[in-house]
């Protein structure tokens, strides 16, 4: 065992088993949006309540690229404070992510990321349009917020929540994309949905020809045909992820 695993051991004898799981997962998180090419170098961040501090929860630390993410290296920080880099913590990130956590009890992970297809897709008056299966899972539940600047403005929280609602992704225009869910595996696979279907999208109109909308009717059926698929066999996947992540580069668990 190398010392960087050994001092992950005893870090994890020292946190509780609810909370250790949950920073397994985050770290799963930024390890998996690593490996899609949707990091930042140091920037853009993920989110996870912490189990038993409700008012509590984890990112990454400023400085480290997301896959030197582990499990150990998350930083705890408290939603009601008020942070930056002196703490160990992006100040944009945390503002974005306290704010969200603190609004919406219903949500324990986010993600969010500036890809150049998010920002492409927040660009545009239309929005996410139903134009593809993947798409159809934002049907009638995706908020929309104007660019302030870089979000390190407190006061900027409450316009945030007001236009995300009860919505579990957003697009922040001329920014990025959002998406939050109660578990890791739940934000994380709404990434990937997201921007596939923006991709899409931006594909489809590039071609200049007339696009086919799903029909209203259709996308509220297809809905719940996903909240199916996702409370039963399409929870299958998460595993699948960390199969793959452990077989890539285990160190996210230590």
């Given at each position: 065992m190398n010392i960087h695993a050994a001092a992950s051991k005893d870090v994890a004898a020292s946190i509780p088993p609810a909370e250790w799981q949950a920073r397994v997962d985050l770290a799963a998180v930024y390890r998996l949006v690593a490996h899609h090419g949707w990091d930042d170098v140091i920037y853009?961040?993920?989110?996870?309540?912490?189990?038993?501090?409700?008012?509590?929860?984890?990112?990454?630390?400023?400085?480290?690229?997301?896959?030197?993410?582990?499990?150990?290296?998350?930083?705890?920080?408290?939603?009601?404070?008020d942070l930056d880099e002196r703490a160990g913590v992006n100040r944009p990130g945390f503002t974005l992510h306290g704010g969200v956590l603190r609004g919406r009890p219903d949500v324990n992970c986010a993600v969010h990321v500036h890809t150049r297809t998010g920002m492409a897709i927040s660009g545009l008056k239309s929005g996410l349009r139903m134009l593809s299966?993947?798409?159809?899972?934002?049907?009638?539940?995706?908020?929309?917020?104007?660019?302030?600047g870089i979000t390190e403005d407190f006061g900027e929280r409450e316009r945030l929540l007001a236009h995300l609602g009860n919505n579990?992704?957003?697009?922040?225009?001329n920014h990025g994309v959002l998406t939050l869910g109660k578990t890791a595996r739940d934000a994380f696979t709404l990434m990937k949905h997201l921007l596939e279907a923006a991709?899409?999208?931006?594909?489809?109109?590039s071609t200049g020809d007339e696009l086919i909308e799903i029909p209203a009717e259709v996308c509220r059926k297809t809905v719940q045909q996903y909240e199916?698929?996702?409370?039963?066999?399409?929870?299958?996947?998460?595993?699948?992820?960390?199969?793959?992540?452990?077989?890539?580069?285990?160190?996210?668990?230590?």
């Open positions: 853009n961040h993920c989110s996870m309540r912490v189990p038993g501090e409700e008012r509590k929860f984890l990112m990454k630390r400023h400085e480290l690229l997301w896959a030197e993410v582990t499990a150990s290296n998350l930083v705890k920080v408290d939603m009601d404070a299966q993947e798409a159809v899972r934002f049907f009638g539940s995706i908020g929309y917020h104007p660019y302030e579990r992704a957003m697009i922040m225009h991709e899409i999208q931006l594909a489809m109109m199916r698929h996702d409370s039963g066999r399409g929870s299958a996947d998460w595993p699948a992820y960390l199969r793959m992540l452990d077989r890539i580069d285990p160190s996210y668990r230590n």
